[in-house]
């Protein structure tokens, strides 16, 4: 499905805002305007930054993971032979592709001058300094211009990032693989992660389809149960859960709604809670979320149902709940992105801004991740 692109606008819709702002009596430059398009990312908010680095061994990570010895116990008497002894060496290693990511914005001559923004195209474009005296501007407007425009290109790559941490990203091979890659919805026993194959039942997540409100919550106490039976000394449980929003909304019903249902939870105990862990993480989180005991925070996701939207994958995003340890995975790269501004070119009137930054997922163990999904 085409996702439209509001992005953009055409020299003509640029022309009539700009016109509109001047003459109306009743805009106040001194505020922001009131992005309509916005929405919350909690997992963006919960994964970003939390291993701060942009740099990367051979353009991928590694971790060294190992498995079982599989060694057997001899009972013995006497001088019996021992015989026993192998060779354990079970170590290797998780292999992770790194994106190098970019994202620009232009802005031409021309509409910083119908903004009110002076320019002086006397100053040597070669020095690669930015030939605009922002400081000096006509009008507030001028400078609130600038600042939005690099809001505007942020929000771009906050939301487009997310997007890319999810997807699988099968398509781009120069892309990292998102979650829906690496702990797939579909299958967990074919494939690949780490660049080594699900065959390997150590490297198997946790997976349960096929589910509705009748067994729902037996088969969300199995699942985050399987996942932390395998922790070991890995670290953690299942404490985040992100979800679409039939899977929230039948866990509503079930939980907190007219559901005669037995196990209902209080509701009260739950936001409490959530806000709690939300505060420990230092992310913003919508207030239909909510921490249920035996599972972890539970958290609706906004970016899924747009995720259905832009993909239209067979089992929807918004029918699936994912059991993260957040100890066993990490999101590699900068929490900000690199700004880097580009001298204008000799045979162009134009300024561009680019961000960059090298991202990527790291998951230390597989087998204690999980997701379930709605019949």
């Known amino acids: 499905m085409a996702v439209p692109d509001h992005s953009t606008l055409s020299a003509e819709q640029f022309g009539e805002i700009l016109l509109a702002a001047r003459e109306s009596t009743i805009v106040n430059w001194g505020k922001d305007p009131v992005a309509l398009e916005r929405f919350k990312i909690p997992s963006y908010d919960k994964f970003i930054g939390s291993r701060q680095t942009d740099i990367a061994l051979r353009g991928e990570y590694k971790v060294q993971v190992k498995g079982n010895r599989g060694g057997a116990l001899q009972a013995y008497s006497g001088l019996d032979l021992l ?18 990511i970019h994202l620009g914005d232009s802005i031409s001559v021309q509409e910083l001058e119908e903004a009110g923004v002076p320019v002086d195209l006397t100053r040597g474009t070669s020095e690669g300094r930015m030939p605009v005296r922002l400081d000096s501007a006509a009008k507030l407007a001028s400078k609130n211009f600038a600042k939005q425009k690099q809001e505007d290109l942020e929000w771009n790559w906050r939301v487009e990032l997310a997007y890319g941490m999810w997807s699988a990203n099968a398509n781009d091979s120069k892309m990292f693989p998102g979650l829906d890659g ?16 699900r065959s390997n039942p150590l490297l198997r997540h946790q997976l349960i389809t096929g589910v ?16 932390n039976d395998v922790t070991g000394d890995a670290g953690g449980y299942t404490n985040y859960c992100p979800t679409g929003d039939d899977v929230f909304d ?10 005669t249902r037995a ?6 105990m739950a936001s409490d809670r959530a806000k709690e862990m939300a505060a420990k993480w230092g992310i913003g989180i919508p207030d239909d979320s909510w921490y249920l005991p035996t599972v ?21 995003w918004t029918k699936r709940l994912y059991a993260l340890n957040t100890s066993v995975m990490d999101f590699y ?3 900000h992105a690199e700004y880097i501004y580009h001298p204008m070119p000799h045979n162009q009137r134009v300024l561009r801004t680019s961000l960059e930054g090298r991202y990527g997922w790291v998951i230390k163990k597989p087998n204690s991740l999980g997701v379930l999904a709605l019949a």
């Open 333 to 335: 790269g900068p929490r």
């Open 263 to 268: 196990g209902k939870i209080d509701r009260q």
């Open 182 to 197: 690496l702990i797939p919805v579909t299958t967990n026993s074919t494939g690949t992660i780490g660049g080594k194959s």
């Open 296 to 316: 972890g925070m539970i958290i609706r996701e906004p970016l899924f149902k747009r995720l259905q939207e832009r993909e239209a994958p067979a089992t929807s």
């Open 250 to 259: 039948m866990l509503a019903d079930l939980y907190l709604g007219t559901s």
């Open 212 to 227: 509705t409100i009748d067994t729902l919550e037996l088969n969300l106490t199995r699942l985050v149960r399987q996942c």
């Open 83 to 100: 015989t026993n002894f192998g060779n354990y060496a079970t170590s290797f290693d998780l292999t992770y592709g790194v994106g190098n």
